[in-house]
Structures are given as structure tokens and as C-alpha cells.
């Protein structure tokens, strides 16, 4: 089996002279939990509608589940909670589920069983004979939610899940994700919510402008870090021997403590160990992560584009 739900390869998209996606190049592979981060008109939502098959593609190619763009049998795979969901408003909840697992051709019982279950996991199981047109937005999401499970996808697409939902709802869908990962299945979560792509997902790709800028890990102990350090008589040859460590060392006056970037994680202990067995008397050895916001303003910049 192929090890990668989704290979994309230059994938373009052209508006008249409005270039929305530039070169979209990227892997995701199996069971990973996938970020794609960018201002608003990034070309985002346009590079999952290509690689959904909804929009075609200017230029490139992509193959998702290990077949081509566009393969049917692997579309079946697949399961898709747009950004803007136009919903059948006159359909009751349950109704709704089960005219998309009629359009995957799920058997009665199984749809039965399946949308009884899926009401249950997105907390709506008492609204299941409500018309959508009753629906909060927060409501609506969640029954995109249980549409975009309905087929047991084994890659996901969602886009913005959490606009509209309450602390409950951003839950249920971190919830919704983790159980996807466990199954084995990959998503691809496209969310403006920065704090809890950093709870959810494995890998980040920042785009600006349809261009991929940076491809980043979350939980990579080989990334830079960044530590605070305060330490009894902190003298100038102090700082000298810390550029062996790591680098822009600087001392802070105001509050008595030096600044570094560590290249990594396992550098913390060791220089720990250097700092005493060298006779200092350490108070304080703090990394200071960059926080995801602050990656993204940091690669992507602060600028929206119009
Ligand atoms: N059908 C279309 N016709 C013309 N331009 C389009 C079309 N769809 C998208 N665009 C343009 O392409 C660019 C990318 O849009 P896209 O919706 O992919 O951005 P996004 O990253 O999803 O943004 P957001 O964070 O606001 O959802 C924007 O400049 C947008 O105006
Ligand atoms: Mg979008």
C-alpha cells in the first residue's frame, strides 16, 4: 500500500489573471494529522477543491489514496466538511445523513446504524427529526461534521471544522480528530485556529499567496529553542563559552538573565550540566517554545492579503 494519502505535485490553479494557487507541492502521509495554515486567500480552500476533484487544476497532478485526481473508487474514501456547506434546509438531521449515505450507496441498515452512532458522537442525537432550517450554525457544523463521516473515510478533509462551534464543539472536533488518527486515517485540517492545530496535528505547511513557504513539525525535539537562563554572577566569559551552545546569546541587564537559541531539545540537559560542573549557581534554565501564532506571524508575516 502506498505510504502517502496525499501526493501533490505542482498543483496550480489560475482565476482569469488571479493566480489563487501558485505551485502546491506536498505529502501526507497515512494516519497523519496535517495542517495547512495562511491568511485569508491564501488559496487554501482552492488546493483542497483540487485535490477533492471539485475544481480542476490549471496545472499539476496529485494522487490521493495512491490512484490519480479524480478516481471514483477513491473519492468513495474520502470525506469532505466544506467551509461553506449549503445544506437541504427542508430535510430533517437524520433525513440529511441519509441522503448522503444513500450518495455513497451504504445499505439501509448500515445507514441506519451509522447515522444513529455519528447523531451520538456530534451530540445531536435529540435533533435528529429537526429540519436544518431550525439549525444554529454551531448545529449546522456539527451535522457537516457527521456528513464528512459518514462513508468511514480514510482521509478527511476539513475545512475551518471549528468556525461557529463553542469550546464544546472545538472539543468534539479534537475528539473527531484523535479518533480518526487512531483508525489510522489521515486529515487534512485547514483552521485559522491556531492554538488547537498545535493540539491536533503532527505536521504544519504555511501558504501565502498560493505559494507553500515552510513545512514544519510539531512535536520535533530537533527543532531551534529558544531558553531563558539566570545564574548567580553571570560574568562577559560566560556569555562567550554560551556561543558553544547555541546562538544570538544575550544578556538581558533589565532582569538579570541571558537569552540563546538552543539548536535543540537535548542541548537544555547538557547545559545544565556544564553551567554547575563550571561552579554556577543556576536559578532558572527555561525553554521558550515559540508558540504556533507566533511561528505563523514569524513565516507568513503580518500582512492579509485583499
Ligand atoms: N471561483 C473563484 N473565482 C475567482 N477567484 C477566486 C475563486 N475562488 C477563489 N478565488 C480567489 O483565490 C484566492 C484564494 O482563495 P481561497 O478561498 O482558496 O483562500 P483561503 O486560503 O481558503 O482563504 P480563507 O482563509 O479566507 O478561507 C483568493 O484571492 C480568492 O479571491
Ligand atoms: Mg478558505
Known sequence: MNEFAIEATGLRKQFGQKTAVANLTLQVKRGEIFGFLGPNG???????????????????SAILLGQPLGDRATRAKIGFLPEHFRFHEWLKAAEFLDLHGRLHQMPAAQRRQTISDLLVLV??????????????KGMLQRIGLAQALLNDPELVFLDEPTS?????????????????????????LNSHLLSEVEQTCDRVTFIRQGEVLETVSLHDALTAVPVVVRVGQPGPELLTSLAKFGEEVRFDGGNGRIHLNLPDEAAIPRLASWLIEQGHTLYELT????????????????????
Open 287 to 306: 525553554p521558550q517554545p515559540l508558540t504556533l501564532e507566533e511561528r505563523f506571524l514569524q513565516i507568513v508575516g503580518t500582512q492579509s492579503e485583499g
Open 42 to 60: 491564501a488559496g487554501k480552500t482552492t488546493s483542497v477543491k483540487m485535490l477533492l476533484g471539485l475544481t480542476t487544476p490549471t496545472a499539476g
Open 164 to 188: 461557529g462551534l463553542d469550546p464544546l464543539g472545538r472539543r468534539l472536533v479534537r475528539d473527531v480528530i484523535n479518533q480518526l488518527r487512531q483508525r489510522g486515517a489521515a486529515v487534512f
Open 123 to 136: 451530540g445531536l442525537q435529540d435533533r435528529a427529526e429537526t429540519p436544518l432550517r431550525a439549525f444554529s
